[in-house]
């Protein structure tokens, strides 16, 4: 086969294009996510570089050797209910909203490349128990969660949204991604995302109501535009995941 002209000559918008290796034509689309082509060949799906593209061939993909595993890795924020839900063990399901961003992680997964959520919540720096004993104080430098934390605060707790990556202290492990309205979620997804008990929220507002009512009412407390509310049914990522208790560079380190 001759050689390819530069993919560089192809759109790289997103949308599908014919790639013209000499004789051979290939659909593939351009992913800024990955910084890569995804052909879109029948039967096959694989990320490859620029480079990598031109020694693609239909007719050898048996003897093609297997790329190396890439790995998806997503920051996302949970208040401090839900991080105790998540490691009391009661959460192992959340529901996004969907967007290009949550679409490629979910379509990372279903290819088989290992998906990683780090988990930000509420936490601080040198935090401290004022009604510990004197002396037990924090180290100036110690980086504290608000969801483990006993006792009363000294000072205010920073959002989640401002945690780095190095102070996250939970991974979760993507193990099934889908695409669905909103209010096809059922009794056991609910307790799936971990809010089947009062005691599991920091507020009462779902005393006495039915499960998937008391999810609609949380879901309503954080979604308040229009086209994202529970009566406007919008389509979400649901995802189910496996909790590790550890940062995500140690995770992502320990798989290679």
Request: aromatic share 6%; glycine share 6%.
């Amino acid at each position: 086969m001759s050689n390819p002209r530069p993919v560089s000559e192809a759109p790289k918008d997103g949308s599908p294009v014919e790639l013209q290796y000499g004789d051979t034509k290939v659909s593939a689309s351009w992913c800024d996510n990955t910084g890569r082509w995804v052909l879109l060949e029948p039967l096959v799906i694989e990320r490859l570089s620029d480079a990598e593209v031109g020694g693609y061939l239909p007719n050898r993909r048996k003897k093609r050797t297997t790329a190396r595993k890439e790995v998806c890795i997503r920051p996302i924020g949970f208040r401090t209910a839900m991080v105790k839900a998540i490691l009391d063990g009661r959460k192992c399901q959340t529901r996004l909203l969907s967007s290009a961003m949550w679409l490629h992680t979910k379509a990372m997964r279903n290819q088989g490349a290992d998906c990683y959520l780090w988990l930000r919540e509420a936490w601080a720096v040198g935090q401290r128990d004022i009604n510990a004993p004197p002396g037990s104080e924090a180290s100036p430098d110690a980086v504290v969660h608000c969801a483990s934390f006993q006792g009363k605060p000294a000072v205010k707790w920073r959002p989640s949204v401002h945690m780095p990556r190095h102070a996250s202290r939970i991974t979760l492990k993507v193990t099934r991604a889908k695409v669905e309205p909103l209010q096809k979620i059922t009794k056991k997804d609910v307790e799936r995302e971990g809010i089947h008990g009062p005691e599991d929220v920091e507020s009462l507002w779902q005393l006495g109501l039915p499960p998937v009512e008391a999810f609609s009412q949380l879901w309503d407390e954080l979604h308040k535009r229009p086209g994202t509310t529970w009566a406007d049914n919008p389509e979400v990522v649901k995802f189910t995941f496996e909790t590790i208790r550890a940062n995500i560079d140690d995770v992502v380190k320990t798989a290679k």
